[in-house]
């Protein structure tokens, strides 16, 4: 596989229908929309949360859903134009996102050009071998003077004869023109365990050779995943073994759930160690992961661990901000909801917890491609370890309803990424997680910290301290002040991580990383960090201790 990118992407999930307040059917509007352009104005959004690809749910045209499509070569003019999306695909690549879209082929709508075709001309139809099961003995439940095969019982969504050359050349050359016209990046193939397997070879094939990168991810429930995600077929399925652990685990204090599951997929040996599973907490199918939660305090944890476990992460468009929304009466409609970006409050706490998480996953290697070890499983704590040749890192978890100490017998020295502290000791660190409290541990040797400082004294007193020159071959007296969170004068939070000194002349320096935002790691002069600056309010530090 080719698909190197994939290793390194964070996904949002966008239900675009439902999102930008489409009406429910497509004959409710006449004219055309241009929904599709308020992906634009996201784009912040994407850049705060270090999204770099987005899966967009079914944009072709159709009836009703995105699902029961009508013409596959066609935005739906509920959304705009192809026009419309082509400049928007431009400003996302601009921006470093990849696009994937929703490849819906086992089915389409009854409004599908072609099946319309075979309606108004019945056995004269040069579409009749278009569908599966055509028989004009019987009679459909819409009275159609023909059977037909559908999906799942679901007689407006017909089923495709996938074994027609035919129909398979239709959709190739449709893929292939999103790809050249629009450059899509990959597709999330729909209900891909009802499709024929040599469709997906050949659907490999012809996207391979027009773009090596090119991803192919299936929807798969159950099942052994490889059958689907191989060299020949697929690159990655959905984990919906991990979907359902992630909350059930939560919900019924018992780790060893998805601990189980983490481990015969990713751990030594695991069945799946060499793929890279698609992993979500929820998304336009399934119940809102608020609406799943008997503890709503579990939800910054369920995304720690969903940015920290072996595969990609992908974000449903809302869950960021813990909406709720839950199927009614048959109907997802209150799971793919109209979403206004604006109306949200971008200092929510899970929402600022996620941008932290992005901003850690793209700066540590072992985040993303590590391999997987459990270190500590109990019903309520949980610990494990993502590591490679230059990182090892440590995630623990506490969902008791008490603080829990917990130690790691083989690790001596690590820096606390989420809280920005540093736990040291020669007989192995212990941590002290709060009740519903996650946090993500980077070992690092003793030597690189021994002049960080644990403790205290305000912001002020240290910009008050004076800086000696050293003499020659001798590190100066490095300042007390206090690692934590800063605040830029111009507004940006960082994190003061480490007090350090230049290797050529021994001059104090800082080394700080950008909180909420690209998450880039700095390095500047002790004294320039610690200095007052003009501004428009007079003098003011630089930067300003505002806590751990």
């Avoid at 052994?224 to 992630?246: F, R």
């Avoid at 910290?449 to 205290?456: A, F, I, S």
């Avoid at 002349?505 to 007052?532: D, H, I, K, T």
């Amino acid at each position: 596989m080719n698909q190197e990118w994939i290793k390194d992407a964070i996904f949002y999930h966008i239900y675009p229908l439902g999102c930008f307040g489409a009406p429910r059917f497509a004959h409710e509007e006449h004219e055309t929309k241009h929904r599709i352009r308020a992906l634009v104005d996201w784009l912040p959004h994407f850049q705060e949360m270090h999204v770099n690809a987005l899966y967009l749910g079914p944009i072709f045209a159709s009836y009703e859903h995105g699902y029961d499509t009508s013409d596959y070569r066609c935005l739906d003019h509920r959304l705009g134009t192809n026009e419309d999306f082509k400049q928007v695909c431009e400003l996302l690549h601009e921006a470093g996102i990849r696009i994937i879209l929703d490849g819906v082929f086992h089915h389409v709508g009854r409004e599908f050009w072609a099946f319309r075709d075979l309606l108004e001309h019945k056995e004269n139809s040069p579409y009749k071998d278009w569908f599966a099961n055509v028989n004009f003995t019987n009679t459909s439940p819409y009275g159609d003077p023909f059977s037909y095969e559908a999906w799942e019982g679901h007689y407006n969504l017909v089923k495709l004869n996938l074994h027609n050359p035919e129909v398979v050349s239709y959709l190739l050359d449709s893929v292939g023109l999103w790809m050249d016209e629009f450059h899509i990046d990959g597709l999330r193939l729909d209900a891909a365990n009802r499709i024929e397997r040599s469709f997906f070879k050949t659907l490999h094939d012809f996207t391979k050779g027009k773009n090596p990168h090119f991803w192919l991810m299936g929807e798969i429930i159950h099942g052994n995943y490889s059958l689907w995600a191989n060299p020949d077929l697929l690159d990655s399925v959905t984990n919906y073994e991990c979907y359902k652990g992630l909350y059930s685990a939560h919900n019924t204090k018992n780790y060893f759930e998805i601990a189980h599951s983490l481990h015969r997929q990713f751990g030594k040996g695991g069945i799946y160690e060499s793929l890279h599973l698609y992993n979500f907490a929820d998304n336009h199918d399934v119940n809102r992961l608020a609406s799943l939660l008997e503890h709503e305090e579990d939800l910054p944890l369920i995304y720690t661990l969903l940015y920290t476990m072996p595969g990609i992460p992908s974000i449903y468009y809302g869950s960021e901000y813990g909406i709720h929304g839950t199927k009614q009466n048959g109907s997802d409609a209150n799971l793919r909801p109209t979403f206004f970006l604006s109306d949200q409050d971008p200092t929510h706490p899970l929402y600022r917890h996620i941008c932290q998480l992005g901003a850690l996953r793209h700066t540590h290697c072992a985040l993303r491609k590590g391999r997987y070890e459990a270190i500590l499983v109990r019903n309520e704590q949980f610990i494990f370890a993502r590591s490679d040749e230059q990182e090892l890192c440590y995630i623990a978890f506490n969902i008791a309803a008490k603080p829990c100490t917990l130690k790691i017998e083989n690790e001596t020295c690590a820096i606390d990424l989420l809280h920005h502290t540093h736990l040291q000791d020669a007989h192995g660190i212990t941590i002290t997680l709060q009740p519903h409290e996650s946090t993500i541990l980077m070992h690092t040797e003793p030597s690189a910290v021994q002049n960080m400082v644990e403790e205290h004294k305000p912001r002020e007193e240290a910009k008050e301290t004076h800086i000696q020159a050293p003499k020659q071959n001798e590190k100066p007296p490095l300042p007390t002040i206090p690692l934590g969170k800063y605040r830029h004068f111009k507004g940006k939070e960082y994190a003061l991580l480490y007090l350090a000194y230049d290797s050529e002349n021994l001059a104090p320096m800082v080394v700080y990383r950008q909180l909420y935002g690209e998450g880039s790691v700095w390095v500047r002069p002790l004294a320039m960090f610690c200095e007052e600056v003009e501004s428009e309010n007079g003098r003011v530090p630089r930067f300003t201790y505002i806590g751990k």
